[in-house]
T-cell receptor, first 115, second 115 residues
């Protein structure tokens, strides 16, 4: 059974720091991996999607990497800002021929960026 | 930017009552999903829906749950007889097509409280 783990559970950094959020998964047979942002009381905003054949994706100050063989992904945030404060969720889509929507989520990393 | 909208934002109901949670997916999307998040826990997949039928469902999605697309725009989740443990945030999501590179777009959720 696929398990997704995110470390650390919470992270507090001063504004301007570069930081890395970690995600690990137990079954390397995935189609893709997505990183989401969740603000308190809000829905999930898709940040980056990495296909299983890709190594990384970039969007602005965000860079996500994927090492499928070792079951790891990282989300790198450059020059963090207070507006980056949120919970960041990692989710994988299993490669078993089912629908594309059965994402397995981690519990998230709650990021706080202090001004 | 088009978005998934959910109503109501908060629903309080008594145990044993029926509730219907409503969602308007992004207009050109073809795949629709419901997820839930119990307070403090991971986001969990409930069901996916395509071409007016369920394409996949999880163990959580038992006979008490049903989904429907009553017209060209709405997508609903019905819980027939609510239990205390159904209290959670329910998220609707949609995606554009069946390719595994298509990200899911989530709504802001409906917080269901069963008393």
């Amino acid at each position: 059974k696929q398990e997704v783990t995110q470390i650390p559970a919470a992270l507090s950094v001063p504004e301007g720091e570069n930081l890395v959020l970690n995600c690990s998964f137990t079954d390397s047979a995935i189609y893709n991996l997505q990183w989401f942002r969740q603000d308190p009381g809000k829905g999930l905003t898709s940040l980056l999607l990495i296909q299983s054949s890709q190594r990384e994706q970039t969007s602005g100050r965000l860079n996500a990497s994927l090492d499928k063989s070792s079951g790891r992904s990282t989300l790198y945030i450059a020059a963090s800002q207070p507006g980056d404060s949120a919970t960041y969720l990692c989710a994988v889509l299993l490669n078993y021929g089912g629908s594309q929507g059965n994402l397995i989520f981690g519990k998230g990393t709650k990021l706080s960026v202090k001004p | 930017e088009p978005e998934v909208t959910q109503t109501p934002s908060h629903q309080v109901t008594q145990m044993g009552q029926e509730v219907i949670l409503r969602c308007v997916p992004i207009s050109n999307h073809l795949y629709f999903y419901w997820y839930r998040q119990i307070l403090g826990q991971k986001v969990e997949f409930l069901v996916s829906f395509y071409n007016n039928e369920i394409s996949e469902k999880s163990e959580i999605f038992d006979d008490q749950f049903s989904v429907e697309r009553p017209d060209g725009s709405n997508f609903t989740l019905k819980i027939r007889s609510t239990k205390l443990e159904d209290s959670a945030m329910y998220f609707c999501a949609s995606s554009e097509d069946e390719s595994f590179g298509s990200p899911l777009h989530f709504g802001n959720g409906t917080r269901l409280t069963v008393t």
